[in-house]
């Protein structure tokens, strides 16, 4: 399995928000909400988990192809970063490592 995983920022005030367009999306998908929303996919699964401590959120894929792990991760952090974008376009998109 090729797992990947990336870190977006999401202001405290956006992470409903993100949740929720995450649900809206994936309303008719194979989903498990346990530590966010995990959406699975043929030959695995991507999930978007909201940080608890920090204004963030971590984007996992694992499936057999490293290239569609990256793809998935890559396409579900955008989502995340329009969403905070459209919510709230001042914050500024800031992670410490």
């Not at 970063?81 to 410490?96: F, G, I, M």
């Amino acid at each position: 399995m090729a797992h990947r995983t990336a870190v977006e920022f999401c202001p405290w005030e956006v992470k409903g928000r993100v949740m929720r367009t995450m649900m809206e999306r994936h309303l008719k998908d194979r989903v498990d909400l346990t530590d966010g929303v995990k959406v699975f996919v043929d030959d695995g699964w991507v999930l978007v988990a909201p940080d608890a401590d920090r204004p963030e959120y971590y984007v996992i894929a694992s499936t057999t192809d490293a290239g569609h792990s990256d793809r998935l991760v890559e396409e579900y952090s955008q989502l995340v970063r329009s969403v905070v974008a459209e919510a709230a376009p001042q914050a500024e998109a800031v992670v410490e490592t």
